[in-house]
């Protein structure tokens, strides 16, 4: 996984790495870029909108606009302001605008742009201190729910709070909430009353306790600007120049900031794309960026067409989604030109089921881990995340390392903070410690001192947090060794500023291991494989999409998973959600026409096109649907239901249980015990985490169950045949009180290959290459 526009982490020799020299003037500054690009980075006067497709090397672009006009002496480095709406965003491109011999440039949030100015004007303007900010707002939210007499369940008061984050940024009081709801078409999730009772209530309690939330700044900061006008022109005159990436995620509070910000000057440069509009749920609306030449009818327009991010089919892809668009942000929709090597179609998969599509993924990921293709370049893409469960199980059944989506806290992390801690100290008083004598350069400097803080050369068996630990300390070693393969000279100081450079930024290193993530999780990402699941009508578009401009952004959202990809892509859907259920479910409708079988695609098919639609293992339990080509046949799965109560199962770990988690258990504590030291022990004799064995849920299963022959250890979800070859004699032997024997594996079986099953994973092979697994 990089960010949107990062090919490696510390690429050398090259204008955008870290490490390399400066370019040694201003034209230098032009040197490398494409002719759109280059016209971007010359537009120095008057406003400027850059209108930027997925992949088209946005921030490049307006980096090297600021690096050109610096380096001219045109802009000076301290009147440039360029906001984005990341920390990590802001932090990459102040380290591109240091590289590219332009430090002095402010890179910022417009939080933090904004605290900044309110922090330090607040004493002339108010008087005092400023007031608290508020970090957690839900326990306040919660707090005035229940001074209103009115309870909120967890997700209520997430949707609560939620909804005074959109009332604020739209600039709704708590008066006007119900009517605004209504003419935005929002569905709020209480009686509009009774959010707009707890709101105020909410507000109250902020000022009884001197508290200001994230949305209060932006309102203050406006405030203050709007009110003493010798405070405006003070900032004014100190930034004289703007640039606001992502600007078509600005709301109407924010755009208010801006306005104030600029005065009656001309000088901004707004960079979007209105087909990435996904967070109007927010407040954000990509109106600001289409009206702009209507409000500066002079401005300069340049539009980044150029992909090169994806390939030729990726890009056709996503052309082809915005194609079907409605609406205004489809009117300037922006058609991509990979300028990439053709790589492989997309490939469309149907599932029967929920467990089964996500059993078929995972299978799928295994085999492209195996071609070369490294965990970290993979993400599994849904639309909400409760959708995660399902992969993260059958990820561990194939013995795959996953990560969730959430690496920009990696540094807030107790372990990376001691390691942090430890490593200063070490840098201040290395020559003294004892520690590093037998270390002879710097990656073995870290590994001497992260040593002391539980980070081993090989991984500790199973999951949870002594895993989880570890994890974030190889991080860090992996980050040192790439570090000083940059900068051979490198000291563990140097180290160490980097690593509190990439803190302010939130730039974490890269985690080992697949990533599951929401669709909004992963706008700014790519990756080098993606894998968009359950697209069914329902869940994308969700169901409570149900206006016209709703639905059109929920296209979006899935043109946003698209162009995540770089070469490969897979689409898949299931017909039911639980096995046995009714196969009532469609695929999404935003692949009509695009999807082989489907409308103008079928007829697209018939002609030749590469590619097509496969029918993914349990899909022979559908009507008139036989296996996909090349794939194993797999005997339909009846409905699972609870053995205690009978009640149908639709948690992958329930259905692992094969019980309700509330049920009452049967659990053989000592087999258990037996079965988890069992466990433990392949696991080191495989040097792979405890989960590839047997997941938990898993290993309590076969627990409870006793299993006493291989057919009834085969019927516990989790024992797929890869399993019940390799440890099957194993487990029952100690399910019968017996001592297993024989080490994990058989003569001639690596760890992750499958006996006797041939491809059983219908991916497709990479043209030019032989079919491989």
């Known amino acids: 996984m990089t960010a949107a526009t990062d090919s490696t982490l510390f690429p050398q020799a090259t204008p955008e790495s870290p490490y390399a020299a400066p370019p040694r003037d201003a034209d230098a500054v032009l040197e490398g870029l494409d002719p759109e690009q280059r016209e971007v980075a010359t537009a120095l006067h008057g ?8 992949g088209t090397g946005k921030t490049r672009a307006i980096t090297h606009r600021i690096a050109y006009g610096v380096r001219a002496g045109i802009l000076q480095p301290a009147s440039v302001l360029a906001v984005t709406f990341t920390a990590r965003a802001a ?29 330090f004007f607040w004493p002339k303007a108010v008087g005092g201190e400023l007031p608290r900010l508020l970090e957690r707002k839900a326990q306040f939210v919660a707090e005035a729910a229940a001074r209103c007499r009115l309870r909120l369940d967890r997700n ?52 009884d306790r001197g508290m200001i939330d994230f949305e209060d ?14 405070i405006a022109d003070q900032v004014r005159s100190q930034y004289q120049h703007f640039v606001v990436d992502e600007y078509q995620d600005v709301s109407p509070l924010q755009q208010r900031l801006l306005d104030l910000w600029l005065g009656d000057r001309p000088n901004v440069c707004v960079v979007g794309d209105a087909s990435q509009t996904i967070y109007s749920f927010t407040g954000a609306t990509p109106d600001h960026l289409l009206d702009f030449r209507t409000r500066h009818p002079d401005a300069t327009v340049v539009r980044l067409v150029r992909d090169y991010r994806s390939t030729p089919q990726v890009v056709h892809l996503a052309n082809g989604l915005l194609a079907q668009a409605r609406g205004r942000a489809a009117d300037h929709r922006l058609e991509l030109v990979s300028q990439r090597p053709a790589g492989p179609e997309p490939v469309y998969t149907e599932y029967a089921d929920e467990p089964a599509e996500a059993e078929g993924v995972a299978r799928r990921v295994r085999d492209l881990i195996a071609s070369g293709v490294p965990a970290a370049e993979i993400a599994v893409l849904f639309r909400v995340n409760a959708q995660s469960g399902l992969y993260e199980q059958a990820l561990g059944d194939q013995e795959v390392p996953y990560q969730l989506r959430g690496a920009e806290r990696f540094f807030e992390r107790p372990e990376v903070r ?20 037998d270390a002879v350069d710097l990656p073995s400097q870290v590994r001497a001192v992260l040593s002391t803080k539980g980070w081993t050369d090989r991984a500790p068996a199973g999951t949870g947090a002594v895993r989880d630990r570890w994890e974030s300390l190889a991080a860090l070693v992996r980050l040192a060794d790439e570090f000083a393969g940059a900068r051979p000279d490198a000291t563990l100081a140097d180290l160490v500023a980097e690593l509190d450079e990439r803190a302010n930024a939130q730039h974490a290193p890269t985690v080992e291991g697949v990533t599951l993530a929401s669709l909004h999780a992963a706008k700014g990402l790519e990756w080098d494989a993606v894998f968009l699941v359950g697209l069914t009508d329902g869940m994308l578009p969700i169901t409570y999409a149900r206006t016209d401009e709703q639905i059109e952004e929920e296209r979006r959202l899935l043109y946003v998973g698209v162009t995540r990809a770089r070469r ?50 349990g899909s022979g339990a559908v009507a008139g649907l036989g296996p996909a080509a090349g794939t194993r046949r797999r005997t339909a799965r009846g409905t699972v239901r609870c053995r205690v109560c009978r009640r149908t199962l639709t948690q992958a770990g329930e259905m692992k249980l094969m019980r309700c988690e509330d049920c009452p258990s049967e659990l053989d504590e000592a087999l258990y015990e037996r079965l988890r030291d069992w466990r433990a022990e392949q696991a080191r004799e495989m040097g792979q985490p405890e989960f590839c064995v047997f997941t938990d849920k898993t290993l309590l299963a076969i627990a409870e169950a006793a299993p006493g022959t291989a057919s009834e250890l085969s019927a516990i979800p989790g024992v797929i045949s890869r399993k019940l070859h390799r440890f099957g004699d194993a487990v029952l032997a100690l399910c019968a009180g017996e001592e297993p024997s024989g080490l994990p594996g058989q003569p001639g079986e690596a760890p992750g290959e499958d006996v006797g099953e041939g491809n059983a994973t219908g991916v497709e092979p990479d043209p030019g290459k032989s079919s491989e697994k």
């Open 47 to 54: 406003p400027v909108c850059v209108l930027a497709g997925a």
């Open 91 to 119: 932090g990459e491109m102040r380290g591109r605008l240091r590289q590219l011999g332009a430090g002095g440039v402010q890179a910022r949030t417009f939080h933090s742009a904004a605290l900044r100015q309110l922090q």
């Open 156 to 207: 209520e008061l997430r949707d609560v709070t939620s909804e005074i984050e959109w009332s604020k940024v739209t600039q709704t009081v708590p008066a006007d909430y119900a009517a605004a709801t209504a003419k935005a078409h929002r569905e709020p999730p209480r009686d509009p009353a009774e959010i707009a009772q707890i709101y105020t209530t909410y507000e109250q309690l902020k000022r």
């Open 217 to 230: 700044v932006l309102l203050l900061t406006v405030g203050v600007l709007q009110d003493r006008h010798d």
């Open 418 to 437: 001691e390691a942090g801690v430890a490593l200063r100290s070490a840098a201040r008083f290395g020559g003294n410690d004892a520690l590093l004598d």
């Open 568 to 617: 490969h892509l897979s689409l898949s859907w299931s017909l039911a959600r639980s096995p046995g259920g009714r196969a009532s479910r469609r695929p999404s409708r935003f692949l009509d026409g695009l999807r082989p079988g489907s409308g103008a695609a079928a007829r697209r098919t018939a002609g030749g096109i590469a590619g097509g639609l496969e029918r993914g293992e």
